[in-house]
């Protein structure tokens, strides 16, 4: 097992990043595929050559005929199938730590700009730029208080490909085993070829534990296509009930009681796989993210919004609609930053906006980068 | 053979590389190293034992084998495995020399934050810059190098089956045959693709590093 240690390290890194299902898959594999090939196939099949007898004196023969009925040996080939669908889970993991990556050059950015800020005195700017920083935490799926990544986004998408790709590969692999071996070993191999000199007989060494282990390995390879295809299922159906929920709910009335309650939920929701996407945004709808790839122009709306509020109730209409969904996240944010106040009839326009927004769905995954 | 000094040493690295510098190493470690000791290994080896030669004439087997593998393919990876990953340790050396520079100034009075100075990032410019892009120049080149080695040695990537061989003492031109050819050959071209990948990656990261720089200078200029 020590041998599997470098696939072994990388893999107990995705195990921390990833969903339920994925930690059973994860967990199977380790032991059911990993531990087994290195401790009882290897094992079992270490003689396979030496122990693979013809029926004849020809030198060579018994080369020629184990090279025929073997072309690659089943311990090698389930190696090969282990870290070919290990493969896509470092993918999605090498995603996800460039994500933290530039979630810290985010902060670090951010810190820099506020320390400026404070020199320069600009407090009431200085908390919506706080505010902000909160927001984008949020959206870019890293949670500061358990240190896990949040599946969203462009994360989400590279972990549902990471899991369609290994589900292909399996189903390659299982293909494969069976177009080179068909399912079980015969005891006894015909062989006809040079310098064979007629069709001899060949014995292969432990048929029937090497049986018993090619349908083990066939039956871990089958339960692990059904793990992978439960987690797409169950990421899809997560993705479809949101979709209709928001869709749903986009019609009136419940949008400040639930923004109460829902941040408890969610928070509770929060360590337990797959995204729940409610816990992205305080509101149903997830599509705020597109003013905020546009630093300046929340910048400047924000300005516009606490002018707005000293000025008395302009309502700007171009500008209105814009500000609130700025803001939408704030009474979610966490205390060290005051949430500005809000009119009362904002959620009902919020929410007229949402709906609007979602045309601009595409400028998410822009709110991953930095 | 230990490999895991190898992943100590490079595993320190790999903090001050580049994204793609990182990706190298991950298909280093797992598509090759890991293929090499769990699956290569076992493949060859019983390569002499059960090379086979139709003759009774006692040593011309071993001079047989001899002849047709002066280096068992087993150990030309390691050494390409171990030559390709010896450039990062130049890196290595001088992020070292570099700290050591800056504890140096700062017990000569300097102001500097102990604390960060251990876990400081450090960015890939200026001295070390050249460091690393020579050390990713040198990879290719070994990659490359081997490459045509593993070609020029074997005829070609593709393991025979049967060989004839006339050496001393064998009395005349016997044929001998090859265990495993074409599991082998399997692994050889493997093996062989993920050297191409890595060479591509090098050479990705090689042309990022200089594109970033030109870059650098052209804002510097403007």
Request: charged share 20%; aromatic share 12%; proline share 5%.
């Amino acid at each position: 097992m020590g041998e599997w240690s470098f696939l072994g390290d990388f893999l107990e890194k995705v195990h921390k990043h990833s969903t339920v299902v994925g930690k059973v898959w994860l967990t199977v594999l380790f032991i059911f595929r990993m531990l087994v090939l290195g401790t009882a196939a290897e094992s079992s099949w270490g003689d396979e050559q030496s122990d693979f007898m013809c029926d004849t004196q020809q030198p060579g023969c018994e080369n020629v005929c184990y090279d025929k009925a073997f072309p690659i040996s089943h311990v090698r080939f389930w190696v090969l199938q282990i870290i070919f669908v290990s493969t896509p889970s470092l993918v999605y993991m090498g995603h996800a730590m460039h994500t933290v990556r530039m979630e810290e050059k985010r902060k670090m950015k951010e810190a820099e700009l506020e320390a400026q800020e404070k020199k320069n005195g600009g407090d009431t700017y200085y908390q919506q730029k706080c505010s902000m920083a909160e927001k984008e935490a949020k959206l870019s799926g890293w949670d500061e208080a358990g240190g896990q990544i949040i599946l969203r986004g462009s994360l989400l998408n590279t972990y549902v490909y990471s899991i369609l790709i290994r589900t292909a590969m399996e189903v390659a692999f299982i293909v494969g085993q069976y177009v080179l071996y068909g399912i079980f070993l015969e005891t006894l191999y015909i062989c006809q070829r040079a310098p064979c000199p007629h069709p001899v007989n060949c014995y292969v060494s432990r048929p029937t534990e090497k049986n018993v282990f090619i349908v083990f390995m066939l039956a871990v390879a089958v339960l692990s296509l059904f793990l992978s295809l439960a987690e797409l299922y169950h990421l899809g159906w997560k993705k479809a009930k949101e979709r209709c929920s928001r869709s749903y709910k986009a019609s009136p009335s419940t949008a400040p009681g639930r923004l109460e309650s829902a941040p408890q939920a969610e928070r509770a929701q929060m360590y337990t796989p797959p995204p729940d996407f409610n816990q992205c945004l305080s509101s149903p709808n997830g599509k705020f993210i597109s003013p905020f790839s546009n630093k300046m122009a929340s910048q400047q709306n924000t300005a516009n919004f606490a002018t707005e509020r000293v000025h008395g109730q302009e309502d700007a209409a171009g500008e209105g609609p814009f500000i609130k969904s700025s803001y939408v996240e704030s009474p979610e944010v966490a205390s060290e930053c005051a949430a500005p106040a809000f009119p009362e009839n904002y959620f009902n326009e919020k929410r007229r906006f949402s709906k609007a927004s979602r045309a601009s769905s595409k400028a998410r995954s822009d709110d991953l980068s930095v | 053979m230990d490999w895991g000094t190898l992943q100590a040493v490079l595993g320190g690295v790999n903090k001050h590389s580049t994204s793609i510098g990182k990706i190298w190493l991950t298909v280093l470690f797992i598509f090759r190293i890991m293929i090499l000791v769990v699956a290569a290994e076992r493949v060859w080896g019983d390569e002499q034992q059960d090379f086979v030669c139709n003759t009774l004439q006692p040593g011309c087997r071993n001079v047989c084998y001899d002849h047709f593998f002066p280096i068992s393919h087993i150990r030309l990876w390691a050494l390409q495995l171990i030559f390709v990953s010896t450039p990062a340790l130049l890196v290595a050396m001088h992020v070292a020399y570099t700290r050591h520079e800056k504890k140096r100034r700062f017990r000569n009075g300097e102001k500097i934050d102990i604390e960060e100075l251990k876990n400081e990032k450090i960015h890939i410019r200026g001295p070390l810059w050249w460091t690393y892009t020579s050390s990713i120049f040198f990879r290719i080149i070994f990659e490359a190098v081997f490459m045509y080695v593993f070609y020029y040695m074997y005829d070609g990537y593709q393991m025979p089956r049967l060989v004839k061989c006339d050496a001393w003492p064998c009395p005349n031109t016997v044929d001998c045959f090859v265990s495993r050819p074409t599991e082998k050959t399997t692994f050889t071209i493997f093996m062989l693709a993920v050297s191409g990948i890595c060479m591509m990656l090098n050479l990705a990261e090689l042309c990022y590093l200089v594109i970033k720089i030109c870059m650098k200078e052209c804002r510097k200029t403007t």
